[in-house]
C-alpha cells in the first residue's frame, strides 16, 4: 500500500499562491517499507487559480503526483523494498 502525505504549504500571504509543497510517499510491502520525501515549487504560471481556503488534500497530492509522476515513485519505492528484500551488500563482523 501507497500513502501519500502533504506535509506542508507554503504560499504567498498577498494572494494565497501556493509556492511548495512538502510531501512524503510510504510504501508497505508485508514487513518491508520505503519513504522518501521532499518539496516541490511552483511558479505562478503553474498554478492553479483555486482558492488557498479552498484546496483539499486530494487536489495537492494529485499536484505532486502530475509533477513527479506518480509511476516513477512507485517504482523507486517498489526498488527500494526489493533491495531490503535481496540485499547484495552487508556490514558487520565475523565475530
Known sequence: MTTWTINQLERNTSDGFVTTVHYSVTKVDGDFSASTYGTIGYTETEGTST???????????????????EATVEAALAAQIEAQRNPVKASGLPW
Open 51 to 69: 482558492p488557498y481556503a479552498e484546496l483539499t488534500n486530494a487536489q495537492v497530492v494529485g499536484w505532486v503526483k502530475n509533477k513527479l509522476g
